[in-house]
């Protein structure tokens, strides 16, 4: 988790969404920050961009890192303000279906909204560095069956793992796990 002080420029984000989010500097570059509070579960933003097929020369370049993956060998480059949105392995934040941001956490305004990236990949073949630094960090950034399989859990919990990296009986207990973990919380 990453909070940081309204003290530079920010940028409006360019959504539907943008009176609740701004784009500002990071400690890893640009991140999104929350412009409001938001609740456990609430919608953050949806990711919007061009789809890149898998076999597009764009993945070999520094830039093909910026794509999301939304399925198998389907991916889009986000436009602002989701390109901003950073990685975390303690993150506040997660992906419901193949674009939803949500919050799974409390988030105050002000605070930088972060994702598990590992949570939307299944492609063997891209990883990147970590720069979170929170205490639980992994150090590096990979497909979502490499990660411990309590992480795995807990994101399937939450319901923000990608549908299309879950099979149906996966699909259909993370449905109902989230739906008892929330009754639970609302007592």
Excluded at 111 to 120: A, G, K, L, P, V
Excluded at 129 to 139: A, E, G, L, V, W
Aim: proline share 5%; net charge positive.
């Amino acid at each position: 988790m990453v909070t940081r002080q309204f003290s530079k420029s920010f940028e409006k984000g360019k959504s539907k969404m943008s009176r609740d989010v701004l784009v500002g500097e990071c400690d890893v570059g640009r991140g999104v920050y929350a412009a409001r509070d938001f609740d456990r579960g609430e919608k953050i933003l949806k990711f919007t961009g061009r789809r890149v097929p898998r076999t597009h020369a764009f993945h070999s370049t520094r830039d093909g890192g910026n794509l999301l993956q939304i399925g198998r060998m389907k991916y889009i480059l986000p436009e602002p303000p989701g390109l901003f949105v950073n990685h975390s392995c303690d993150p506040n934040a997660g992906i419901r279906g193949p674009r939803t941001l949500v919050a799974i956490r409390p988030i105050r305004a002000g605070e930088e909204i972060r994702f598990d990236y590992s949570t939307t990949m299944d492609e063997n073949l891209w990883t990147m560095q970590c720069f979170c630094r929170t205490s639980n960090c992994r150090h590096i950034v990979a497909d979502f069956r490499l990660l411990p399989d309590p992480v795995r859990e807990q994101y399937r919990v939450l319901g923000v793992v990608s549908p299309f990296l879950l099979g149906q009986s996966d699909i259909r207990r993370s449905r109902r796990v989230r739906q008892a973990y929330e009754w639970s919380a609302a007592d």
